[in-house]
C-alpha cells in the first residue's frame, strides 16, 4: 500500500474487556513496530518483528498485552482486561529491513478505556 | 538509563520567524538520530542523521548532529502557520539487528502565529 494504515482509527471500550488492534505496513517492508503514545509524551516502544517473529518484545507492559504477525505483513495488538491507563494512541510503524532504516508511521489508533 | 531529551517543550513563534529546535542524548550503542513532524497523529519523517556535521536539508529545514556533544539542532527558516506541529526527535539503537527499537523524546510543540 502507499503507507502503513492501521485500523480502527478511535476505539472506545470498557475496563476489562478485550481489544484487538491492526496495522496493515507498507507493501514490501519485513519489519514492524508498535508503539503507544500518551497525551504530552513522545512514542514508548512496545514491539518489533522481523517477518513473523517477534525480535524484541522488551516493551510490552506486562502479560495483557500480546502481539502476532503470523504472515509477516498484517499485524494485530492485543490487548486483555484493559484497564483506564491503558488509554492512549497506539502507533504502528514499518520499515524496508529492520536493519536501522527509516520507520514510517501509521495514523495511529486511539483507544479509550472508559 | 537511555534518554532523549528535547527543548524547548514549546515555542510560539510569528510566521516568518527561524526557530532552532534542540535535542540531546544519553544512550548506549548509538545507531541514528530521527526527526518526525507530528501534526495529528502520525509522525511524518522529517530527516535521519548518523554522521557528524554534515548538514541535511529540505527546503527550509535543516538538521545537523554532533556526536561528539551528542545533541541535534532542527532549524526552520520563514517559518508558516503550516508549521505547526509537535517535533519529535528519537534513537536509533545498534544492537546488530536484534532490535530496531527508537527511543523519543517528549517532543517540542510550536505554534506559528500570523
Known amino acids: 500500500g502507499a503507507g502503513v494504515s492501521q485500523t480502527p482509527s478511535n476505539k472506545v471500550t470498557e475496563k476489562g474487556k478485550y481489544v484487538e488492534l491492526r496495522c496493515d505496513p507498507i507493501s514490501g517492508h519485513t519489519a514492524l513496530y508498535w508503539y503507544r503514545q500518551s497525551l504530552g509524551q513522545g512514542p514508548e516502544f512496545l514491539i518489533y518483528f522481523q517477518g513473523t517473529g517477534a525480535a524484541d518484545d522488551s516493551g510490552l507492559p506486562n502479560d495483557r498485552f500480546f502481539a502476532v504477525r503470523p504472515e509477516g505483513s498484517v499485524s494485530t495488538l492485543k490487548i486483555q482486561r484493559t484497564e483506564r491507563g491503558d488509554s492512549a494512541v497506539y502507533l504502528c510503524?514499518?520499515?524496508?529491513?529492520?536493519?536501522?532504516?527509516?520507520?514510517?508511521f501509521g495514523p495511529g489508533t486511539r483507544l479509550t478505556v472508559l | 538509563e537511555d534518554k532523549v531529551v528535547q527543548s524547548p517543550l514549546s515555542l510560539v513563534v510569528h510566521e516568518g520567524d527561524t526557530v532552532t529546535l534542540n535535542c540531546s542524548y544519553e544512550v548506549t550503542n548509538f545507531r541514528s538520530l530521527l526527526w518526525y513532524k507530528q501534526e495529528k497523529k502520525a509522525p511524518t519523517f522529517l530527516f535521519m542523521l548518523t554522521s557528524s556535521g554534515i548538514e541535511k536539508k529540505s527546503g527550509r529545514l535543516s538538521s545537523i548532529l554532533d556526536k561528539k556533544e551528542l545533541f541535534s539542532i532542527l532549524n526552520i527558516t520563514a517559518t508558516q502557520t503550516g508549521d505547526s506541529a509537535v517535533y519529535l526527535c528519537?534513537?536509533?539503537?545498534?544492537?546488530?539487528?536484534?532490535?530496531?527499537?527508537?527511543?523519543f523524546g517528549t517532543g517540542t510543540l510550536l505554534a506559528v502565529q500570523p
Open positions: 528519537a534513537v536509533g539503537m545498534n544492537y546488530g539487528g536484534a532490535t530496531n527499537k527508537l527511543i
Open positions: 510503524a514499518s520499515s524496508r529491513s529492520g536493519r536501522g532504516d527509516t520507520q514510517y
